[in-house]
């Protein structure tokens, strides 16, 4: 995945590849044409979950924009199938529901960030550039609720095939700033912000995510989250 600015651009001038689902054709049209007229490559529209399931595959899209309240397949469902084919794709829901269990629900299955169809065009426009380079995205006063989110599953048992535990033997060993880009990971921060904050470049902070996942044998965002926060580095 590849770095973007704000009309759209990958690093190397290639455009990012997006799909926008959605059930209500107005909406998915003008969402598709803002984006398009952004610089974003648009590979692909649907209107229902199955739709959305048989096209992305076919279209390989960078970001998928998707809304929730899906007829035929919900949202829900649509990223858990989406994201488990391909863990590299980014999902940003766009959804008019701003319950915490739609949140919630919707991180579970894999989403990358959330924002409410409320949102100014700009501001999405923004927000699929941002899911595009690996930062989650919120609404305003979602990114708390997540957060709080990881650090209760932190609590929960973690499944039996989940990554070794750092004292077992053969447990992966991550490098000293690998571990330090885990522990700003695990405080909420963004990929942005870690950049910042250990000056580094953005590309820098996502290599060291994705060689730290690879060691872990982790496949998102939602399960580095969980193992850094039941390992306390979320305080340190």
């Known amino acids: 995945m590849t770095a973007t600015d704000a009309s759209g651009q990958g690093e190397g001038d290639a455009p990012v590849r997006v799909m926008v689902v959605d059930d209500h054709p107005m909406w998915r049209d003008a969402v598709a044409r803002d984006l398009a007229e952004s610089g974003f490559e648009v590979v692909a529209t ?8 048989r096209r992305a595959k076919a279209a390989a899209p960078d970001v998928l924009v998707l809304d929730l309240n899906l007829p035929v397949k ?16 980014r999902v940003l829901v766009l959804s008019a529901s701003g319950e915490h269990a739609d949140v919630l629900e919707a991180v579970k299955s894999g989403a990358t960030g959330y924002l409410l169809k409320s949102a100014s065009t700009r501001e999405l426009l923004d927000a699929v550039r941002r899911t595009a380079a690996g930062d989650p995205v919120f609404t305003p006063g979602l990114a708390g609720l997540v957060l709080g989110e990881y650090r209760r599953l932190a609590a929960e048992p973690a499944p039996a095939d989940g990554a070794a535990a750092d004292g077992e033997p053969g447990a992966p060993r991550l490098t000293d700033r690998e571990t330090e880009v885990l522990r700003l990971v695990a405080k909420g921060l963004s990929y942005k912000q870690i950049a910042e904050r250990l000056v580094i470049s953005h590309r820098t902070v996502q290599n060291h995510v994705q060689n730290t996942l690879g060691k872990l044998q982790l496949h998102n965002r939602v399960e580095l989250v969980r193992y850094a926060i039941e390992r306390g580095l979320d305080g340190e």
Do not use: Y
């Open 46 to 53: 649907a209107g229902d979950g199955e739709q959305a399931v």
């Open 74 to 89: 919900p949202g829900v469902q649509v990223c858990k199938e989406l994201v488990a084919d391909n863990p590299a794709l």
